[in-house]
Protein backbone atom coordinates (compact mmCIF):
# COMPACT_ATOMS: atom_id res chain seq x y z
CA UNK A 1 0.00 0.00 0.00
CA UNK A 2 2.86 2.46 0.95
CA UNK A 3 4.64 1.86 -2.35
CA UNK A 4 1.23 2.61 -4.27
CA UNK A 5 0.86 5.24 -2.25
CA UNK A 6 4.15 6.87 -3.22
CA UNK A 7 3.99 6.04 -6.58
CA UNK A 8 0.76 8.49 -6.92
CA UNK A 9 2.36 10.65 -4.93
CA UNK A 10 5.69 10.86 -7.25
CA UNK A 11 3.18 10.88 -10.16
CA UNK A 12 1.79 13.93 -9.21
CA UNK A 13 4.96 15.24 -8.58
CA UNK A 14 5.61 15.03 -11.60
CA UNK A 15 2.52 16.07 -13.48
CA UNK A 16 2.86 19.26 -11.80
CA UNK A 17 5.79 19.88 -14.01
CA UNK A 18 6.31 22.42 -16.98
CA UNK A 19 6.23 19.56 -19.73
CA UNK A 20 9.13 21.29 -21.40
CA UNK A 21 11.32 20.04 -18.67
CA UNK A 22 10.60 16.59 -19.42
CA UNK A 23 11.06 14.14 -22.04
CA UNK A 24 7.27 12.32 -22.01
CA UNK A 25 8.67 8.87 -21.82
CA UNK A 26 7.41 6.02 -19.71
CA UNK A 27 9.07 5.99 -16.20
CA UNK A 28 9.85 9.75 -17.09
CA UNK A 29 13.23 8.62 -17.16
CA UNK A 30 14.40 11.60 -18.71
CA UNK A 31 14.39 14.71 -16.25
CA UNK A 32 15.87 17.53 -18.05
CA UNK A 33 15.97 20.07 -15.89
CA UNK A 34 19.27 19.58 -13.93
CA UNK A 35 21.61 22.20 -12.58
CA UNK A 36 23.65 22.91 -15.84
CA UNK A 37 27.64 22.83 -15.61
CA UNK A 38 28.30 26.41 -16.30
CA UNK A 39 31.97 27.42 -18.30
CA UNK A 40 33.93 30.05 -16.78
CA UNK A 41 35.50 32.44 -19.15
CA UNK A 42 39.22 31.23 -18.26
CA UNK A 43 38.12 27.27 -20.21
CA UNK A 44 36.19 29.40 -22.99
CA UNK A 45 39.38 31.18 -23.89
CA UNK A 46 41.05 28.33 -23.64
CA UNK A 47 38.60 26.33 -26.12
CA UNK A 48 38.84 28.88 -28.12
CA UNK A 49 42.83 29.10 -28.98
CA UNK A 50 43.88 28.41 -32.29
CA UNK A 51 47.52 27.82 -33.09
CA UNK A 52 46.66 29.28 -36.47
CA UNK A 53 46.81 33.21 -36.66
CA UNK A 54 44.20 32.89 -39.37
CA UNK A 55 41.60 31.00 -37.62
CA UNK A 56 42.64 32.74 -33.92
CA UNK A 57 40.72 35.88 -35.87
CA UNK A 58 38.29 34.01 -36.97
CA UNK A 59 37.42 32.10 -33.95
CA UNK A 60 37.70 35.30 -32.28
CA UNK A 61 34.40 36.61 -33.96
CA UNK A 62 32.47 33.63 -34.34
CA UNK A 63 32.75 31.59 -30.76
CA UNK A 64 30.89 31.85 -27.58
CA UNK A 65 33.56 33.90 -26.11
CA UNK A 66 32.49 34.60 -22.24
CA UNK A 67 30.45 33.10 -19.91
CA UNK A 68 27.53 35.56 -20.06
CA UNK A 69 27.42 35.18 -23.67
CA UNK A 70 26.86 31.18 -22.65
CA UNK A 71 24.22 32.01 -20.05
CA UNK A 72 22.22 34.25 -22.33
CA UNK A 73 22.19 31.33 -24.96
CA UNK A 74 21.48 29.15 -21.85
CA UNK A 75 18.69 30.92 -20.73
CA UNK A 76 16.79 31.25 -23.95
CA UNK A 77 17.31 27.10 -24.61
CA UNK A 78 15.59 26.53 -20.98
CA UNK A 79 12.14 28.07 -21.57
CA UNK A 80 12.24 26.28 -25.06
CA UNK A 81 8.39 25.14 -25.68
CA UNK A 82 8.44 21.96 -26.77
CA UNK A 83 12.04 21.62 -27.64
CA UNK A 84 13.01 18.97 -29.52
CA UNK A 85 14.58 15.91 -27.95
CA UNK A 86 18.24 14.81 -28.93
CA UNK A 87 20.28 11.22 -27.69
CA UNK A 88 23.99 12.00 -27.80
CA UNK A 89 25.46 8.14 -28.21
CA UNK A 90 29.33 7.65 -27.33
CA UNK A 91 31.20 4.11 -27.66
CA UNK A 92 34.08 4.10 -25.38
CA UNK A 93 37.34 2.21 -25.10
CA UNK A 94 40.74 2.96 -22.88
CA UNK A 95 40.08 6.29 -23.16
CA UNK A 96 42.82 8.82 -21.44
CA UNK A 97 40.81 10.25 -18.86
CA UNK A 98 41.48 13.76 -19.23
CA UNK A 99 41.06 13.46 -22.76
CA UNK A 100 37.11 11.69 -21.97
CA UNK A 101 36.72 14.67 -19.14
CA UNK A 102 36.54 16.81 -21.98
CA UNK A 103 34.42 15.44 -23.69
CA UNK A 104 32.33 15.12 -20.64
CA UNK A 105 32.51 19.06 -19.89
CA UNK A 106 31.13 19.52 -23.57
CA UNK A 107 28.53 17.86 -23.17
CA UNK A 108 27.61 18.74 -19.83
CA UNK A 109 28.18 22.66 -20.20
CA UNK A 110 25.51 22.83 -23.69
CA UNK A 111 23.25 25.49 -23.64
CA UNK A 112 20.37 23.54 -24.89
CA UNK A 113 19.55 21.18 -21.70
CA UNK A 114 17.31 18.50 -23.13
CA UNK A 115 19.49 15.76 -23.95
CA UNK A 116 20.23 12.17 -23.49
CA UNK A 117 23.79 10.83 -23.48
CA UNK A 118 24.58 6.79 -23.39
CA UNK A 119 28.19 5.96 -23.06
CA UNK A 120 28.48 2.72 -24.17
CA UNK A 121 31.92 1.12 -22.60
CA UNK A 122 33.06 -1.39 -24.77
CA UNK A 123 35.04 -3.61 -22.16
CA UNK A 124 37.63 -1.18 -21.02
CA UNK A 125 40.20 -2.57 -19.30
CA UNK A 126 42.23 1.02 -18.72
CA UNK A 127 41.83 2.02 -14.80
CA UNK A 128 41.25 5.35 -15.03
CA UNK A 129 38.64 5.10 -18.27
CA UNK A 130 36.28 3.16 -15.54
CA UNK A 131 36.56 5.64 -12.89
CA UNK A 132 36.19 8.48 -14.67
CA UNK A 133 32.74 6.99 -15.96
CA UNK A 134 31.82 5.62 -12.69
CA UNK A 135 32.67 8.86 -11.00
CA UNK A 136 30.25 11.81 -10.14
CA UNK A 137 31.02 13.57 -13.71
CA UNK A 138 28.26 10.96 -14.96
CA UNK A 139 25.86 12.07 -11.63
CA UNK A 140 23.65 13.64 -13.93
CA UNK A 141 20.29 11.64 -14.53
CA UNK A 142 20.53 12.40 -18.25
CA UNK A 143 23.50 10.32 -18.54
CA UNK A 144 23.63 6.72 -18.41
CA UNK A 145 26.54 4.54 -18.86
CA UNK A 146 26.38 0.98 -20.02
CA UNK A 147 29.67 -1.29 -19.15
CA UNK A 148 30.02 -4.25 -21.49
CA UNK A 149 32.34 -7.20 -20.16
CA UNK A 150 34.27 -7.82 -23.19
CA UNK A 151 34.85 -5.67 -25.98
CA UNK A 152 32.81 -6.10 -29.38
CA UNK A 153 34.16 -3.14 -31.20
CA UNK A 154 32.61 0.39 -31.91
CA UNK A 155 30.11 -0.90 -34.08
CA UNK A 156 28.01 -3.28 -31.89
CA UNK A 157 28.87 -0.82 -29.06
CA UNK A 158 27.53 2.27 -30.91
CA UNK A 159 24.44 0.35 -31.74
CA UNK A 160 23.67 -0.77 -27.96
CA UNK A 161 23.88 2.93 -27.15
CA UNK A 162 21.28 3.60 -30.29
CA UNK A 163 18.70 0.97 -28.82
CA UNK A 164 19.01 2.85 -25.49
CA UNK A 165 17.99 6.27 -27.28
CA UNK A 166 14.95 8.08 -26.53
CA UNK A 167 15.47 11.48 -28.68
CA UNK A 168 13.83 11.63 -31.65
CA UNK A 169 17.12 12.69 -33.00
CA UNK A 170 20.97 10.67 -31.82
CA UNK A 171 24.13 12.72 -32.61
CA UNK A 172 27.68 11.00 -32.54
CA UNK A 173 30.40 11.74 -30.49
CA UNK A 174 33.25 10.00 -30.38
CA UNK A 175 35.11 9.56 -26.64
CA UNK A 176 37.60 11.78 -27.33
CA UNK A 177 36.12 14.77 -28.99
CA UNK A 178 34.52 18.05 -28.38
CA UNK A 179 31.10 19.44 -28.72
CA UNK A 180 31.10 22.81 -29.09
CA UNK A 181 29.03 24.44 -26.36
CA UNK A 182 26.12 25.05 -28.42
CA UNK A 183 25.78 22.54 -31.02
CA UNK A 184 22.96 20.82 -29.91
CA UNK A 185 21.41 24.58 -29.24
CA UNK A 186 21.82 25.21 -33.27
CA UNK A 187 20.83 21.39 -34.20
CA UNK A 188 17.41 21.71 -31.96
CA UNK A 189 16.63 24.93 -33.75
CA UNK A 190 16.84 23.33 -37.28
CA UNK A 191 15.10 20.38 -36.45
CA UNK A 192 12.55 23.34 -34.63
CA UNK A 193 12.22 24.92 -38.35
CA UNK A 194 12.20 22.09 -40.33
CA UNK A 195 10.45 19.05 -38.59
CA UNK A 196 10.86 16.99 -41.42
CA UNK A 197 14.51 16.75 -41.34
CA UNK A 198 16.48 13.44 -41.58
CA UNK A 199 19.89 14.43 -40.94
CA UNK A 200 21.83 17.37 -40.02
CA UNK A 201 25.72 17.57 -39.93
CA UNK A 202 28.20 20.79 -39.25
CA UNK A 203 31.61 21.83 -40.02
CA UNK A 204 34.34 20.58 -37.60
CA UNK A 205 38.17 21.92 -37.01
CA UNK A 206 40.48 19.37 -35.33
CA UNK A 207 42.56 19.91 -31.74
CA UNK A 208 45.91 19.12 -31.68
CA UNK A 209 47.76 17.15 -28.90
CA UNK A 210 48.00 20.47 -27.31
CA UNK A 211 44.06 21.04 -27.64
CA UNK A 212 44.93 23.78 -29.69
CA UNK A 213 42.45 24.05 -32.53
CA UNK A 214 42.81 24.70 -35.97
CA UNK A 215 42.47 22.42 -39.56
CA UNK A 216 39.17 24.29 -40.19
CA UNK A 217 36.82 21.91 -42.13
CA UNK A 218 34.07 24.08 -43.95
CA UNK A 219 31.92 22.13 -45.86
CA UNK A 220 29.34 22.42 -48.72
CA UNK A 221 25.68 21.53 -48.80
CA UNK A 222 24.32 17.99 -49.19
CA UNK A 223 26.35 16.79 -52.06
CA UNK A 224 25.89 13.39 -52.88
CA UNK A 225 28.42 13.12 -55.66
CA UNK A 226 30.69 14.48 -53.43
CA UNK A 227 30.03 12.15 -50.73
CA UNK A 228 31.45 8.89 -53.26
CA UNK A 229 35.03 10.73 -53.07
CA UNK A 230 35.16 10.48 -49.18
CA UNK A 231 33.10 11.14 -45.67
CA UNK A 232 33.18 14.56 -46.18
CA UNK A 233 30.43 14.81 -43.58
CA UNK A 234 32.12 13.15 -40.84
CA UNK A 235 31.34 14.94 -37.71
CA UNK A 236 28.94 17.16 -36.63
CA UNK A 237 26.23 14.34 -37.78
CA UNK A 238 22.80 13.85 -36.47
CA UNK A 239 19.95 11.35 -37.66
CA UNK A 240 16.48 11.19 -36.80
CA UNK A 241 16.35 7.75 -35.12
CA UNK A 242 13.55 6.25 -37.19
CA UNK A 243 15.75 6.36 -39.89
CA UNK A 244 19.11 5.06 -37.72
CA UNK A 245 16.12 2.25 -37.03
CA UNK A 246 14.93 1.42 -40.67
CA UNK A 247 18.90 1.62 -41.38
CA UNK A 248 19.82 -1.35 -38.96
CA UNK A 249 22.07 0.87 -37.18
CA UNK A 250 26.13 0.37 -38.05
CA UNK A 251 27.63 -2.83 -39.50
CA UNK A 252 30.30 -4.88 -37.95
CA UNK A 253 31.94 -5.48 -41.25
CA UNK A 254 32.88 -1.75 -41.84
CA UNK A 255 34.44 -1.47 -38.55
CA UNK A 256 37.04 1.96 -39.02
CA UNK A 257 34.79 3.24 -41.49
CA UNK A 258 31.49 2.69 -40.50
CA UNK A 259 30.32 6.32 -40.35
CA UNK A 260 30.60 6.10 -43.95
CA UNK A 261 28.80 2.89 -44.84
CA UNK A 262 25.83 4.03 -42.66
CA UNK A 263 25.82 7.72 -44.56
CA UNK A 264 26.28 6.14 -47.76
CA UNK A 265 23.23 4.10 -47.32
CA UNK A 266 21.53 6.48 -45.79
CA UNK A 267 21.92 8.65 -48.69
CA UNK A 268 19.67 6.09 -51.02
CA UNK A 269 16.60 6.98 -48.94
CA UNK A 270 17.01 10.00 -50.33
CA UNK A 271 16.59 12.00 -47.26
CA UNK A 272 16.26 15.56 -46.71
CA UNK A 273 19.67 16.97 -45.32
CA UNK A 274 20.06 20.40 -43.80
CA UNK A 275 23.99 21.23 -43.47
CA UNK A 276 24.87 23.71 -40.44
CA UNK A 277 27.54 26.17 -41.42
CA UNK A 278 29.16 26.38 -38.09
CA UNK A 279 32.16 24.54 -36.26
CA UNK A 280 30.31 22.73 -33.64
CA UNK A 281 32.64 19.75 -33.57
CA UNK A 282 36.63 19.47 -32.33
CA UNK A 283 37.96 16.48 -33.86
CA UNK A 284 41.13 15.65 -31.36
CA UNK A 285 44.10 14.45 -33.07
CA UNK A 286 46.84 12.27 -31.23
CA UNK A 287 48.89 9.74 -32.47
CA UNK A 288 46.97 6.59 -32.56
CA UNK A 289 44.64 8.40 -34.41
CA UNK A 290 43.59 8.17 -38.17
CA UNK A 291 43.76 12.41 -37.84
CA UNK A 292 47.43 12.38 -37.40
CA UNK A 293 49.01 9.38 -38.42
CA UNK A 294 47.67 7.69 -41.78
CA UNK A 295 49.40 4.28 -40.64
CA UNK A 296 47.68 3.91 -37.53
CA UNK A 297 44.36 2.47 -38.84
CA UNK A 298 44.98 1.38 -42.24
CA UNK A 299 42.19 -0.78 -41.89
CA UNK A 300 39.61 1.82 -41.86
CA UNK A 301 40.52 3.38 -45.42
CA UNK A 302 40.24 -0.03 -46.61
CA UNK A 303 36.98 -0.63 -45.19
CA UNK A 304 35.91 3.19 -46.69
CA UNK A 305 36.64 1.13 -50.72
CA UNK A 306 34.85 -1.82 -49.41
CA UNK A 307 31.74 0.53 -48.24
CA UNK A 308 32.20 2.39 -51.31
CA UNK A 309 32.26 -0.74 -53.73
CA UNK A 310 29.04 -1.97 -51.55
CA UNK A 311 27.39 0.71 -52.61
CA UNK A 312 28.14 0.76 -55.97
CA UNK A 313 26.79 -2.58 -56.29
CA UNK A 314 23.55 -2.07 -54.43
CA UNK A 315 22.90 1.01 -56.76
CA UNK A 316 23.51 -0.89 -59.91
CA UNK A 317 26.65 0.98 -60.90
CA UNK A 318 29.08 -0.90 -63.23
CA UNK A 319 32.40 0.56 -61.60
CA UNK A 320 34.81 0.19 -58.71
CA UNK A 321 36.59 2.33 -56.18
CA UNK A 322 39.77 3.35 -55.25
CA UNK A 323 41.87 5.48 -53.33
CA UNK A 324 43.19 8.21 -54.91
CA UNK A 325 46.64 7.48 -55.61
CA UNK A 326 49.88 9.51 -54.35
CA UNK A 327 47.42 11.78 -52.31
CA UNK A 328 45.14 12.00 -48.78
CA UNK A 329 44.32 8.36 -47.45
CA UNK A 330 40.81 8.49 -47.41
CA UNK A 331 39.86 10.33 -50.25
CA UNK A 332 38.81 7.82 -53.32
CA UNK A 333 37.87 7.74 -57.09
CA UNK A 334 35.12 5.90 -58.73
CA UNK A 335 36.48 3.97 -62.07
CA UNK A 336 33.09 3.58 -63.77
CA UNK A 337 32.52 1.66 -66.61
CA UNK A 338 31.97 3.97 -69.21
CA UNK A 339 28.92 3.73 -72.09
CA UNK A 340 28.92 2.65 -75.34
CA UNK A 341 30.68 5.40 -77.81
CA UNK A 342 27.70 5.33 -80.13
CA UNK A 343 25.89 6.84 -77.10
CA UNK A 344 27.90 10.45 -76.83
CA UNK A 345 27.30 13.01 -79.27
CA UNK A 346 30.16 15.46 -79.97
CA UNK A 347 28.96 19.22 -80.38
CA UNK A 348 32.67 20.82 -81.16
CA UNK A 349 32.44 25.01 -81.23
CA UNK A 350 34.95 26.94 -82.73
CA UNK A 351 36.32 30.74 -81.32
CA UNK A 352 33.56 32.47 -83.27
CA UNK A 353 30.78 29.89 -82.30
CA UNK A 354 31.81 30.61 -78.31
CA UNK A 355 31.52 34.13 -78.57
CA UNK A 356 28.84 34.72 -80.95
CA UNK A 357 26.56 31.59 -81.53
CA UNK A 358 27.10 29.49 -78.82
CA UNK A 359 23.38 29.25 -77.71
CA UNK A 360 22.12 28.98 -81.32
CA UNK A 361 24.49 26.09 -82.88
CA UNK A 362 23.97 24.48 -79.67
CA UNK A 363 20.55 23.91 -79.91
CA UNK A 364 20.67 23.19 -83.36
CA UNK A 365 23.35 20.10 -83.14
CA UNK A 366 21.42 19.03 -80.28
CA UNK A 367 17.94 18.91 -82.36
CA UNK A 368 20.17 16.89 -84.68
CA UNK A 369 20.84 14.09 -82.65
CA UNK A 370 18.97 11.41 -80.00
CA UNK A 371 21.94 10.12 -78.58
CA UNK A 372 21.85 10.39 -74.49
CA UNK A 373 24.80 12.34 -73.65
CA UNK A 374 26.13 15.46 -75.53
CA UNK A 375 29.59 16.89 -74.87
CA UNK A 376 29.84 20.24 -75.65
CA UNK A 377 33.41 21.06 -76.33
CA UNK A 378 35.82 24.00 -77.75
CA UNK A 379 37.95 22.90 -80.36
CA UNK A 380 40.85 24.89 -78.39
CA UNK A 381 40.26 22.00 -75.82
CA UNK A 382 41.70 18.41 -76.22
CA UNK A 383 40.59 15.52 -74.17
CA UNK A 384 44.44 14.15 -72.54
CA UNK A 385 43.08 10.42 -73.66
CA UNK A 386 41.30 9.14 -76.21
CA UNK A 387 38.33 7.48 -73.93
CA UNK A 388 38.10 10.76 -71.10
CA UNK A 389 35.05 12.09 -72.72
CA UNK A 390 33.20 8.46 -72.45
CA UNK A 391 34.55 8.17 -68.82
CA UNK A 392 33.32 11.67 -68.14
CA UNK A 393 29.87 10.39 -69.75
CA UNK A 394 29.84 7.57 -67.22
CA UNK A 395 29.43 9.92 -64.50
CA UNK A 396 25.80 10.86 -66.45
CA UNK A 397 24.23 7.40 -65.44
CA UNK A 398 24.15 8.16 -62.04
CA UNK A 399 20.68 8.91 -60.49
CA UNK A 400 20.31 12.40 -60.32
CA UNK A 401 23.16 13.57 -62.42
CA UNK A 402 22.92 15.87 -65.22
CA UNK A 403 25.49 17.39 -66.08
CA UNK A 404 29.66 16.25 -65.81
CA UNK A 405 32.57 18.23 -66.30
CA UNK A 406 36.22 17.89 -65.66
CA UNK A 407 39.81 19.29 -65.17
CA UNK A 408 40.91 21.75 -67.32
CA UNK A 409 44.72 22.48 -67.56
CA UNK A 410 46.53 25.24 -69.94
CA UNK A 411 49.52 24.13 -71.93
CA UNK A 412 52.05 24.98 -69.29
CA UNK A 413 50.31 22.26 -67.01
CA UNK A 414 48.35 25.00 -64.67
CA UNK A 415 45.29 24.71 -63.42
CA UNK A 416 42.45 26.40 -65.42
CA UNK A 417 39.43 25.31 -64.07
CA UNK A 418 37.97 22.50 -61.93
CA UNK A 419 34.69 23.51 -61.08
CA UNK A 420 33.81 27.45 -61.03
CA UNK A 421 32.01 28.85 -57.91
CA UNK A 422 29.28 32.01 -57.61
CA UNK A 423 30.02 34.71 -55.35
CA UNK A 424 26.14 36.20 -53.76
CA UNK A 425 26.15 38.95 -56.88
CA UNK A 426 26.03 36.17 -59.53
CA UNK A 427 30.01 36.53 -60.85
CA UNK A 428 31.86 33.79 -61.35
CA UNK A 429 35.57 32.82 -59.09
CA UNK A 430 37.48 30.44 -60.22
CA UNK A 431 39.44 28.74 -57.87
CA UNK A 432 43.51 27.59 -57.90
CA UNK A 433 42.98 29.07 -61.93
CA UNK A 434 46.87 29.72 -62.33
CA UNK A 435 47.73 26.93 -59.59
CA UNK A 436 50.20 24.53 -60.29
CA UNK A 437 48.05 21.28 -61.12
CA UNK A 438 49.53 19.26 -58.26
CA UNK A 439 47.79 21.55 -55.76
CA UNK A 440 46.24 19.97 -53.32
CA UNK A 441 43.50 22.63 -52.62
CA UNK A 442 41.01 23.17 -49.88
CA UNK A 443 39.22 20.03 -48.96
CA UNK A 444 41.22 18.46 -51.89
CA UNK A 445 38.90 20.41 -54.30
CA UNK A 446 41.66 19.45 -57.20
CA UNK A 447 41.50 16.22 -56.78
CA UNK A 448 38.46 14.99 -55.62
CA UNK A 449 35.16 14.42 -57.73
CA UNK A 450 32.12 16.60 -56.56
CA UNK A 451 29.31 18.59 -56.89
CA UNK A 452 29.17 22.14 -58.26
CA UNK A 453 26.91 24.43 -59.33
CA UNK A 454 29.31 26.19 -62.81
CA UNK A 455 30.24 23.79 -64.76
CA UNK A 456 32.63 24.72 -67.91
CA UNK A 457 30.81 26.12 -70.54
CA UNK A 458 33.32 24.65 -73.38
CA UNK A 459 34.01 21.42 -71.90
CA UNK A 460 30.52 19.59 -70.57
CA UNK A 461 28.51 17.00 -71.59
CA UNK A 462 24.58 17.39 -70.91
CA UNK A 463 22.40 14.52 -70.00
CA UNK A 464 19.64 14.85 -73.30
CA UNK A 465 16.84 13.83 -70.41
CA UNK A 466 17.76 17.13 -68.85
CA UNK A 467 17.98 18.76 -71.79
CA UNK A 468 14.23 17.81 -72.71
CA UNK A 469 13.11 18.37 -69.14
CA UNK A 470 14.43 21.87 -69.43
CA UNK A 471 13.28 22.43 -72.79
CA UNK A 472 16.90 23.77 -73.78
CA UNK A 473 18.72 27.22 -73.08
CA UNK A 474 16.40 30.26 -72.23
CA UNK A 475 16.12 32.12 -76.00
CA UNK A 476 17.45 35.44 -73.83
CA UNK A 477 20.77 34.33 -73.36
CA UNK A 478 23.22 33.76 -76.65
CA UNK A 479 27.09 33.26 -75.37
CA UNK A 480 28.05 30.58 -72.97
CA UNK A 481 25.85 31.95 -70.10
CA UNK A 482 23.16 30.09 -71.39
CA UNK A 483 24.90 27.01 -70.32
CA UNK A 484 25.27 28.37 -66.75
CA UNK A 485 21.82 29.22 -66.46
CA UNK A 486 20.86 26.12 -67.80
CA UNK A 487 23.15 24.09 -65.34
CA UNK A 488 21.13 26.60 -62.43
CA UNK A 489 17.88 25.64 -63.23
CA UNK A 490 19.00 21.88 -63.82
CA UNK A 491 20.18 22.18 -59.64
CA UNK A 492 16.83 23.44 -59.00
CA UNK A 493 15.01 20.86 -60.93
CA UNK A 494 16.46 18.41 -58.60
CA UNK A 495 19.71 17.44 -61.17
CA UNK A 496 23.53 17.93 -59.76
CA UNK A 497 26.04 18.50 -61.86
CA UNK A 498 29.68 17.51 -61.23
CA UNK A 499 33.34 17.68 -61.78
CA UNK A 500 35.34 14.99 -62.21
CA UNK A 501 39.43 15.31 -61.60
CA UNK A 502 40.41 12.02 -63.04
CA UNK A 503 39.11 13.35 -66.88
CA UNK A 504 41.78 15.63 -67.72
CA UNK A 505 41.92 18.59 -70.72
CA UNK A 506 44.39 20.47 -72.30
CA UNK A 507 43.35 24.39 -72.63
CA UNK A 508 45.38 25.80 -75.72
CA UNK A 509 43.24 28.66 -76.33
CA UNK A 510 41.98 31.41 -73.84
CA UNK A 511 40.19 30.44 -70.87
CA UNK A 512 36.60 31.26 -70.30
CA UNK A 513 35.70 34.11 -68.26
CA UNK A 514 32.20 35.00 -67.59
CA UNK A 515 32.25 39.11 -67.66
CA UNK A 516 34.00 39.05 -70.93
CA UNK A 517 30.58 38.40 -72.47
CA UNK A 518 28.89 41.62 -71.40
CA UNK A 519 25.47 41.85 -72.27
CA UNK A 520 24.83 38.22 -71.77
CA UNK A 521 26.73 38.74 -67.68
CA UNK A 522 24.66 41.39 -66.77
CA UNK A 523 21.11 39.91 -67.61
CA UNK A 524 22.57 36.41 -65.85
CA UNK A 525 23.12 38.55 -62.78
CA UNK A 526 19.87 40.22 -63.05
CA UNK A 527 18.10 36.57 -63.04
CA UNK A 528 19.85 35.14 -60.77
CA UNK A 529 21.84 37.75 -58.17
CA UNK A 530 18.69 37.16 -55.63
CA UNK A 531 18.36 33.54 -55.86
CA UNK A 532 22.26 33.22 -55.13
CA UNK A 533 22.43 35.92 -52.25
CA UNK A 534 22.70 33.01 -50.09
CA UNK A 535 25.59 32.06 -51.65
CA UNK A 536 26.52 28.77 -54.00
CA UNK A 537 25.55 25.83 -52.59
CA UNK A 538 28.94 24.31 -52.73
CA UNK A 539 30.57 26.84 -51.42
CA UNK A 540 31.06 27.40 -47.34
CA UNK A 541 29.67 30.88 -46.35
CA UNK A 542 32.92 30.69 -44.29
CA UNK A 543 34.95 31.15 -47.12
CA UNK A 544 36.06 34.17 -48.59
CA UNK A 545 33.95 35.46 -51.81
CA UNK A 546 36.51 36.18 -55.07
CA UNK A 547 39.40 34.01 -52.66
CA UNK A 548 40.72 31.93 -55.17
CA UNK A 549 42.63 29.53 -52.42
CA UNK A 550 39.46 29.47 -50.64
CA UNK A 551 40.40 31.58 -47.52
CA UNK A 552 38.90 32.38 -44.51
CA UNK A 553 36.01 35.20 -44.68
CA UNK A 554 37.22 37.48 -41.45
Known amino acids: MQSHYLQRVIRRLFAALPKALLFTQPNWQWLCHYPAV ?51 VTPVYNTRSEVLYECMLSVRMQTYPYWQWILVDDGSTRPETLALLRSGVCNDPRIQVIFCEKSQGISMATNRAIAEAKGDYVVFLDHDDRLALEALSLIAHEIDANPQVDILYSDRDMLSEDGERYL ?34 LRPEYDGSQDYDLILRAAETKPTVLHIAKILYHWRQHSASVALNDSAKEYAFQAGICALNDTLRRRGINGDAQEIPDFWRGTYQLNLAPPDKNTLQ ?39 TSDTLLRLSAWLMLDDVGLATGKIINTQGALDSIGMVYNQDASLMYPYRNFPQTEPGYRGVTHITRNISAPYPTCVIIRREVWQQLQGFKPTLEGPHALLDFALRALHSGWRSVVVPQCVFIQSGVPFVADAFTKDDTHFKQVWAATLQSGDPYYNPNLAQNSPDMGLDI
Open 216 to 249: HLFKPDWSPETLLSGNYIFHLLCYKRDLLNRLGG
Open 346 to 384: IISLNAPQCREQYAAFIAHEISRTERPYIAIISDAITPT
Open 38 to 88: TPTDTLLQKWNTSCWEEYQRWLSKQSLETAADWLLRHQADLHWKNPPRISI
